[in-house]
């Protein structure tokens, strides 16, 4: 079946700091990929996606490219920001059965400090 | 912009209670799901729905069940609430395979 994988964090960076949060995946289709983010007490937002081989999803200040090649689609930014402290969840989202079925991570905490 | 509603943010409910989580979402959107979220264990699918009546099993169906009645609304039940089901719940919908699948913002359930 399909699977996820993403680093371990927690992750903590100072502010102007560069991220990258990396995500594997396997999948016997051609899935669409996602980055969601989740602030504390809150439900999962759209952070960026990107549908096929190439795209990169970009949003916010972080950027994330489809590597069908390497299986990945890493999580960048160049300067985080305090506000960015979050929990980032790397998603997929692929045709099973006739059904819609989302793969989702574990999650990577990240905290940013002043 | 889409919107997923869930009805209660934080419920206490006791052992073998029913409970009844509610979600409703103004998209027309075809699926939606019942995910549960823990500490270590990221998401894990309760059920899903592709359409009106129809519900499909996730990883974790045991101790759930769902109900679809209307397009909009998807309900998960606890028939009878254990302690290990204390969680919190995310309702999610979608338009469909390959797109992105919208949250609400989650319902905490404790159960004594």
């Known amino acids: 079946g399909n699977s996820v994988t993403q680093m371990e964090g927690p992750v903590t960076l100072s502010e102007e700091a560069f991220l990258t949060i990396n995500c594997t995946y396997t999948?016997?289709?051609?899935?669409?990929l996602f980055w969601y983010v989740q602030y504390p007490g809150e439900g999962l937002q759209l952070l960026l996606k990107?549908?096929?081989?190439?795209d990169k999803g970009s949003n916010k200040g972080f950027e994330a490219t489809y590597r069908k090649e390497t299986t990945s689609f890493h999580l960048e930014k160049g300067s985080v920001q305090v506000s960015d402290s979050a929990v980032y969840f790397c998603a997929l989202s692929d045709l099973t059965g006739g059904y819609q079925k989302v793969t989702f991570g574990t999650g990577t905490k990240l905290q940013v400090i002043p | 912009d889409v919107k997923v509603t869930q009805s209660s943010r934080y419920l206490v409910k006791r052992t073998g209670e029913k409970v009844f989580l509610e979600c409703v979402q103004d998209?027309?959107?075809?699926?939606m799901f019942w995910y549960r979220q823990d500490p270590g264990l990221g998401l894990r699918l309760i059920y899903f729905s592709y359409d009106v009546k129809m519900k499909e099993k996730g990883d974790i169906p045991e101790g759930y069940s769902v109900s679809r009645e209307k397009k909009e609304r998807f309900s998960l039940i606890l028939e009878s609430a254990s302690t290990n089901q204390t969680s919190m719940y995310l309702c999610a919908s979608s338009p469909g395979a390959g797109n992105t699948i919208y949250f609400g913002e989650g319902s905490w359930l404790t159960v004594v």
């Open positions: 999948a016997t289709g051609y899935p669409s």
């Open positions: 998209m027309d959107h075809e699926n």
């Open positions: 990107a549908t096929k081989a190439d």
